[in-house]
């Protein structure tokens, strides 16, 4: 404990970042948060549980000796750690062993792969170089007259960009929880028995339909060119075809939008873009960690269209879960809400409660204040042990009145747009 404590006050210790550590035989790996070689050297030991721990560059085996050059390597690189006096190899030549083990005819192979790649270290570079700089090229294309690969197999009618084509991909993934909700809520029990149960919920599901049209169902999550991004906006906690059902008159729209603008909300600061200017995508993490823990799990879908067919595995997870939490939750407050008055009572004002609150119940659902968007190993299935934080809220509480008035102004708004 002193001597991580004696690591972290290093005058020579700059910001945590994250770093890959492994061991001489690569079988197995850490991420760790280091703000020096020094704290990096003492996880490292209690990691490996080494004596006298030595770093090397996993890439090309040169032993990291000095603070000055630790804090000129990138993040998330990965380093091998050993005991003093252990030879330790590169990741090149653990390969050139695995291919000379493996068959003999492959030797001679191996050997001349081992010799071309040393008598030739500029110009390979060069090439890798030349490779990267016109990946890059393609990335910041937007066009489909621009990069034609990247739109193969989707149709002109999709769209023209590949911003435009995201946005309609960051929807698709919002409506498809909208209709998911709907579909449950339907089904349930309650609503189909009682029909001030079904008047409650169809409420409410149109309450949410209107707020996602509003905010466009959220097509801002895939789009690079949005303004606002990820977490700058606000603090956390294949049909491309449109259906024409799914398109909301467009007087409505107009009305529901101008009503948001006029109002402001609780939900404007969701309004973000997961990715950076470039398109890049980094994985957020399992459910319940801040952060993901391999480091490694970042795409650019923009980039090429094979990492574009990829980025459909990536998920956004819920923390609080749809089927398990939040929609349960949804309809024992509804069955409250029709019981007796003690198991309905607003716990803001301690008294009779007759509506659920909507705003709660629809950022749970559809919005990144429970959403986090998470590469397919990160996506953790097992039943997550948050709960929804939706109530039932009474005529004084704020929301009623914000709800209300909401209706009024999208019917007026409405009507003047006629």
């Known amino acids: 404990m002193l001597n991580f404590l004696s690591a972290k006050k290093s005058s020579s210790a700059g910001p945590l970042r994250g770093y890959k550590i492994t061991n001489v035989e690569r079988n197995k790996k850490y991420g760790v948060a280091a703000d020096s070689l020094r704290m990096l050297k003492t996880k490292a030991s209690e990691k490996f549980k080494l004596q006298h721990c030595r770093v090397y560059l996993a890439q090309d085996g040169v032993e990291v000796l000095d603070e000055d050059y630790f804090h000129t390597l990138p993040a998330q690189i990965l380093f091998v750690v050993a005991e003093r006096d252990i030879i330790v190899k590169t990741d090149f030549e653990l390969m050139y062993d695995a291919i000379k083990s493996s068959h003999s005819e492959l030797l001679q192979a191996g050997t001349l792969a081992k010799e071309f790649v040393g008598n030739n270290q500029s110009e390979i570079a060069r090439l890798l ?22 739109f193969e197999g989707i149709d002109d009618k999709a769209g023209q960009t590949k911003e435009y084509v995201m946005q309609r991909r960051g929807q698709d993934r919002i409506r498809g929880y909208y209709y998911k909700t709907k579909d449950e809520l339907t089904k349930c029990g309650l609503y189909r028995k009682n029909m001030v149960a079904k008047e409650l919920i169809d409420e409410m599901l149109e309450l949410f339909r209107q707020l996602l049209i509003g905010f466009d169902y959220f097509s801002c999550i895939f789009d690079r060119s949005h303004p606002q991004r990820f977490p700058d906006g606000y603090n956390h906690q294949d049909q491309d075809e449109v259906d024409a059902q799914r398109i ?44 993901c823990r391999y480091g490694a799990h970042v795409i650019n879908p923009y980039a090429s269209r094979e990492n574009m067919i990829l980025f459909q595995v990536w998920n956004l997870d819920h923390q609080v879960e749809i089927s398990r939490t939040v929609l349960p939750s949804i309809v024992e407050n509804v069955a409250r809400v029709l019981a007796d008055e003690a198991n309905a009572i607003c716990k803001i004002h301690n008294r009779k ?41 009474c005529d004084k509480c704020a929301e009623y009145k914000y709800i209300k008035e909401f209706q009024s102004k999208i019917r007026f708004n409405k009507d003047r747009l006629m």
């Not at 490779?131 to 690969?149: C, G, N, Y």
């Not at 402001?264 to 957020?284: H, P, Q, S, W």
């Not at 919005?367 to 968007?373: F, P």
Request: hydrophobic share 35%; glycine share 6%; charged share 30%.
């Open 248 to 291: 909301m008159p467009k007087r409505m729209k107009l009305a529901i939008q101008k009503t948001l603008e006029e109002d402001g909300n609780a939900i404007d600061k969701y309004k973000v873009a997961l990715c950076n200017r470039t398109g890049e995508f980094r994985c957020m993490g399992l459910w319940n960690e801040k952060q």
């Open 129 to 150: 170089q030349d490779a990267r700089r016109s990946q890059d090229e393609q990335t910041v294309k937007s066009l489909r007259s621009e990069h034609q690969e990247w």
């Open 353 to 393: 409660g007759t509506k659920l609150s909507v705003i709660t119940y629809f950022i749970e659902l559809f919005t990144l204040g429970n959403l986090k968007l998470v590469h397919i190993v990160c996506h953790d299935k097992s039943i997550h042990d948050m709960i929804s934080k939706g109530v039932i809220i």
